[in-house]
């Protein structure tokens, strides 16, 4: 395959990618030493698909998260040090401490939130796209969600909505073979789970969720589809997520060894090795922008730490604009 | 002298919709039947403007853009009224009959209500939810229901409901130009009543309540229709020599506390008239407001002339056993105006 891609974009897949490892590795040891209150859902493992996606949508674009959403924050440009500090509930916050890791919103990114409601964020992406096209911008809104949303009924109230009103939406389904401790072998009855789009008159495939590229080729064909104003498309990117549903979770539902399998496919390694290979960029330029990354994450934790807790009175603001 | 302009309830909900959507293009309407026969000849659409014929005739004005029918999917328009609203619009979504709610009780309830909170601030939802309410028509109990107890309990919503057709206009016009999320709830038992109504865009202000008829010997509050109620017993209370003071709610959250509490200090006796169910009510929260800020002020024990606690029956007249009416209100308020007060 001849680059289609420049230097900085391969640079800036890099970066991100790391950035989340890096970010999603710390919270897990912070987690366990009892420093961040509430619970964490590691996204570790499926970094190409927010990475792959965010890459090809503009800022003016739209996402819609989920609980799990601390990959699509840092691949859509929210800041990682006032995500740290929102996970540490600090005044310093994205959300002035008053989400938490679940709830994380950043509107002038176009990040309309992590939501702790399983397929909330398809309704709400519909509704962004819906924005755009009454307001004749060519804006997009891509709304990420996992395989155990896909047999929820907002999910398929979705796909017809947006499929009847041809809305720009690009419904990126990340299928990590689990939903809380359940596999999708059980809980679906089919195998691919973007066969689903047929029932509703949209496009549907299948991809390799550990690999950048085929995340960006798909998501450059939906990208294009809703921009020209074709409507939607549903892309399902199989992947894994290397923790457990939560940080505490024994994860007793799935295999030592099967993790460790699914390892060998990490993204982050099969993009390095890509690549080198295709002399894209040298080993010198990945392992700098390592390097930033970490740093970026002990900054962030610095910043987090140093932050002060929110004052009592914040507990009543922002119910309303005005009441 | 100028004669007044009579319009029925319906008309003046559509006429507010209609100078709403003039005045600001981000204001759009999502909705099943908003028109009717979607995607049919030009004789096909607007074939209903809407389950109780309120959006007539806009269509024909604004187009399919801005008056959008949706599939019978909930959680789909109403989150996606929620994500438009988040991201420039306006929007004006119709739930049609409010007992539909428990489809999509998430989108209101965790999305709509919290997330301008869970994101500090940043989020801001300027949403307008109808929903029609209210029994008398033998639609039975799961197209009868009240239920806006259910959104007042929840912070971070808005709600309000018109008796009128004047208040019916203006309170739409005034909860789509709000800047949070508004369940506006309308009666449908009132949608061929009728009243004055002036021409242009006017405002009747959300968080303050009305006193529709001044009294001295007891203040009856009513919700919704039960203003109506309200009025007719406060005519036979009068027959009986004793004048009562109505207050229609108008805006159940935010709650004009202020003016009920005026009125109590003013009579000493309170009824509280709610059609909703009558345990964790409107009527429940305004007594014990009032219990906890104007006890040296009351004459009577507070009365509230509510429902049972049941459903709302087919039979018509098991439905009017049922529902609360000026009878119903009348023989509670001589019960506490000929009693001695507590001194």
Not at chain 1, 156 to 162: D, G, Y
Request: charged content about 25%.
């Amino acid at each position: 395959m001849s680059n289609r891609y420049s230097s900085e974009q391969l640079k800036w897949i890099y970066e991100k990618l790391t950035l989340i490892r890096e970010f999603e590795e710390r919270i897990y040891r912070d987690y366990l030493n009892n420093k961040l209150p509430g619970f964490v859902h590691l996204y570790a493992g499926e970094e190409a698909v927010a990475v792959g996606v965010c890459a090809l949508l503009r800022k003016s674009d739209y996402i819609t998260s989920t609980h799990r959403g601390h990959g699509h924050c840092i691949a859509k440009g929210v800041d990682p040090k006032h995500m740290m500090a929102e996970l540490y509930g600090k005044a310093t916050g994205t959300c002035k401490g008053k989400g938490g890791s679940m709830h994380i919103a950043d509107i002038d990114c176009g990040m309309l939130g992590a939501n702790g409601i399983v397929v909330a964020g398809l309704p709400l992406a519909c509704g962004a796209a819906l924005s755009a096209k009454v307001r004749k911008t060519d804006q997009v809104a891509a709304a990420f969600f996992g395989d155990g949303s896909s047999n929820s009924g907002a999910f398929h109230e979705s796909l017809n909505f947006a499929a009847v009103l041809k809305l720009p939406v690009i419904f990126v389904l990340e299928n990590n073979g689990y939903a809380d401790a359940t596999p999708i072998r059980y809980a679906a009855a089919i195998e691919n789970l973007s066969e689903r789009a047929r029932g509703y008159g949209i496009p549907g495939v299948t991809v390799d969720g550990m690999d950048v590229f085929s995340v960006m080729e798909a998501t450059e064909e939906a990208v294009a589809r809703a921009r020209n104003g074709n409507g939607p498309s549903l892309v399902e990117c199989k992947t894994y997520r290397y923790y457990g549903h939560f940080v505490g979770d024994a994860g007793l539902y799935r295999s030592k060894e099967e993790v460790e399998e699914k390892k060998k496919e990490d993204c982050i390694l099969r993009y390095e090795k890509r690549v080198l290979a295709e002399k894209w960029l040298s080993q010198q330029e990945l392992r700098e922008i390592q390097r930033q990354s970490l740093e970026s994450i002990e900054e962030a934790v610095r910043f987090a730490e140093d932050g002060p807790d929110p004052e009592l009175k914040e507990c009543l603001e922002d119910v309303y604009v005005s009441y | 002298m100028k004669s007044e302009r009579i319009l029925t309830y319906r008309e003046a909900l559509n006429e507010g919709l209609r100078l709403a959507m003039r005045e600001d293009p981000r204001v759009i309407l999502l909705g099943e039947d908003l028109a009717g026969g979607a995607g049919g000849t030009p004789s096909q659409v607007d074939a209903w403007g809407g389950a109780f014929g309120v959006t007539k005739g806009l269509i024909q004005e604004f187009g399919p853009e801005r008056v959008i029918d949706t599939p019978i999917s909930e959680m789909a328009f109403i989150g996606a009224a929620v994500g438009a609203a988040m991201t420039g619009l306006r929007p004006v979504a119709d739930l049609m009959y409010v007992s539909f709610v428990g489809v999509c009780l998430d989108q209101i309830m965790n999305q709509a209500a919290k997330l301008r909170y869970m994101s500090g601030g940043k989020i801001r939802i300027p949403l307008t939810i109808r929903a029609s309410i209210g029994a008398g028509m033998s639609a039975a109990a799961q197209h009868s229901d009240c239920i806006y107890s259910l959104f007042v309990h929840i912070p971070g919503l808005k709600v309000v409901a018109p008796a009128t057709p004047y208040d019916a206009k203006g309170l739409l016009y005034a909860s789509i130009k709000d800047e949070d999320p508004v369940i506006f709830i309308e009666n449908k038992t009132l949608f061929n009543s009728k009243g004055p109504v002036p021409e242009g865009s006017y405002t009747v202000p959300l968080g303050k309540a009305q006193v529709k008829r001044q009294g001295k010997d007891i203040t009856i509050v009513a919700i919704s229709r039960m203003v109506l109620e309200a009025l007719k017993a406060t005519d036979d209370l009068a027959v009986s020599g004793y004048s009562a003071e109505v207050i229609d709610v108008l805006s159940l959250s935010p709650l004009d506390m202020e003016t009920i509490l005026a009125s109590v200090r003013k009579t000493g006796r309170l009824i509280i008239v709610d059609e909703d169910y009558p345990k964790c009510s409107v009527a429940s929260e305004i007594a014990a407001i009032v219990s906890a800020q104007a006890f040296d002020y009351l004459d009577h024990p507070v009365q509230r002339v509510v429902p049972p606690h049941a459903h709302v029956p087919f039979n018509p007249a098991l439905e009017q056993y049922y529902l609360p009416n000026s009878d119903k209100i009348v023989e509670c308020a001589l019960g506490m105006v000929t009693s001695q007060p507590s001194s």
